[in-house]
């Protein structure tokens, strides 16, 4: 038994870092994962007849291990920022209000 669905689809979207594109109602649309995660197979999604997407995945994307370790990453590099003598590399600047090339 086929259901008409009158045109309804779910929109492109990226959920729980898988994109799908616009998909008709009724039809389990196949996703890609965003970069720094995987899945293989491709995570699956339905598209409801009410043209919203499931709550439900199938082969949801996980994070790649360098993924997990860029996090990390940032995060150090965030608590750095936080102090203005330091820079993102680590050198020692003179003050935060020193004005950058053009800004003279």
Same mark, same amino acid.
């Given at each position: $038994?086929?259901v008409v669905t009158?045109g309804?689809?779910? &929109?492109?979207?990226t *959920? =729980?870092h898988a994109?799908? =594109?616009?998909? @008709? &109602?009724? !039809?389990?649309?196949a996703?890609?994962?965003d970069?720094?995660?995987?899945?293989?197979?491709? %995570? +699956?999604r339905?598209?409801?007849?009410?043209?919203? /997407?499931? @709550? @439900?995945v199938t082969? %949801?994307c996980?994070?790649t291990?360098?993924?997990?370790?860029?996090?990390k990453v940032?995060?150090i590099a965030?608590? +750095?920022?936080?102090? #203005? /003598? !330091?820079s993102l590399l680590g $050198?020692i *600047? *003179?003050? #935060? =209000?020193? #004005?950058? %090339?053009g800004?003279l």
């Amino acid at each position: $038994m086929h259901v008409v669905t009158a045109g309804k689809h779910c &929109a492109a979207a990226t *959920i =729980d870092h898988a994109s799908y =594109d616009k998909t @008709e &109602a009724g !039809v389990t649309a196949a996703g890609s994962c965003d970069a720094l995660y995987v899945q293989s197979p491709r %995570p +699956l999604r339905k598209c409801l007849l009410s043209g919203e /997407w499931s @709550e @439900e995945v199938t082969n %949801p994307c996980v994070r790649t291990r360098l993924g997990r370790r860029l996090r990390k990453v940032s995060r150090i590099a965030l608590r +750095l920022t936080r102090r #203005p /003598w !330091v820079s993102l590399l680590g $050198m020692i *600047i *003179i003050s #935060p =209000d020193v #004005p950058g %090339p053009g800004q003279l």
